[in-house]
């Protein structure tokens, strides 16, 4: 397994301006009327990410990350549990429990729908800056109806691993 060293010498600082591509998303997002921040590719946000300029949370059920994978040294609050997937009632806790509501936060799941859903009741909560990863972990169906091949972190060859 390949270790990912991250750039820890400064944790994101609400106090310092977002950077340029997040401002884009933010105006973006405003302009959409998104009720969250905004929306990133994967590759931006890794190389936040690891640039320590934002955390990144999976909003995964435990399984999902699990036996499909996930990306190294993130946080993780699921936004459904169970295998009937139903929404966690202690999310917004769960989140204000490992995250200040001034922080940077990149929500990553499977496609982008359910962390979209997790970052509009996040913001709702009061969180200032979460923002959405644009086709998720797996990406969009293909035309066999199967994901990984069309778009998501994995396809685009970004780090994971897998228990």
């Not at 270790?3 to 301006?17: E, R």
């Not at 435990?62 to 295998?83: D, I, M, S, Y």
């Not at 929500?107 to 998720?136: P, Q």
Request: proline share 6%; aromatic share 6%; glycine share 8%.
């Amino acid at each position: 397994m390949t270790v990912i060293q991250l750039n820890t010498s400064s944790a994101p600082n609400p106090a310092v301006d977002l950077p340029d591509v997040l401002r884009i998303a933010k105006d973006e997002a405003q302009a959409e009327g998104l009720a969250y921040a905004g929306i990133v590719a994967p590759d931006d946000a890794w190389k936040l990410f690891i640039n320590g300029q934002a955390h990144l949370v999976d909003v995964r059920a435990a399984e999902e990350r699990k036996f499909v994978g996930h990306v190294p040294n993130t946080l993780h609050v699921a936004w459904q549990t169970g295998p009937a997937l139903i929404k966690n009632p202690r999310f917004v806790r769960e989140l204000e429990n490992k995250l200040p509501k001034d922080a940077v936060i990149l929500l990553l799941c499977r496609s982008g729908k359910r962390s979209a859903a997790a970052a509009a009741n996040a913001t709702t909560a009061g969180f200032k800056n979460v923002f959405n990863v644009r086709e998720g972990f797996e990406g969009d169906l293909d035309d066999r109806q199967q994901r990984g091949t069309n778009g998501g972190w994995r396809q685009r060859g970004l780090p994971w691993v897998q228990d």
